[in-house]
């Protein structure tokens, strides 16, 4: 049986019980390894004033700027082969060895659905990543597509309308600062912008993550089922997984 991997890898480290299989979204924080894994210890400090953002159509490139003394220039761009060494840095540094990705997993994705995966810079160093998928919804949802390691070719469905965020992570030093949803919210706008059929949003989270939950909830994602011990904590104890759903993501771009 497939390992499972943390979700909601969007990585905000949040915490330190690191998941197995989750990458998804902690839309915008900091989570624990998603595959649909987010590293829980990425920030869910949400942003709402001074920010703002510029496209670069030539280089897809997204720039979003803000006037907070905590925060300097960040840039936002799809995803590149030449990044997979910080990639897999990042991976190592956000997840423990049960919810970490493989490289071949990270090179399926890039080359699969760059739109998809963003990387994010501070004053041009790498600091963070978010990569996702686009499925069919599905309300019937079974744990298939979460599992750790599964093939973005063979589950993606480029005609599909929901967003499954695989995974994201921010490096330690800059969680906490609101990066974390800035990045979320940079790659909604990203997919939804080329990708008119995408409308909702999927991920799934630790029960454990209480904060997270909170969270998700404020920004519109309500808990439509769990998964019993989906989870695999660093002492091998197991967590139940709560799939959490959004009927309209493109609303979070509108919001400042």
Known sequence: MARQRIQCKLYTLFGHSFLRKLRFLDILFFFEGLGSRISPKNDHTICSNGNSIVNKPDAHIVKRTTKR???GELTFRTVKSSDISNIMMLEDTCFNEQTRESENVYRGRIEHFPQGFMIMEYEGRFIGAISSEIWKRDLDMSTKGFTLGHSIAQGQDI????LYVSSMGILPEFSNKGYGTILFRALIDNVV????????????VNQKWTNAQRIYRRNGFYETGAIPGFFTESDDSRSDGIIMRHDSIADLCKIQ
Do not use: A, Q, R, T
């Open 69 to 71: 003394k905590h925060m």
């Open 193 to 204: 912008k080329e990708f008119k059929n995408v409308k909702y949003g999927i991920l799934i």
């Open 159 to 162: 005609s599909g309308d929901e």
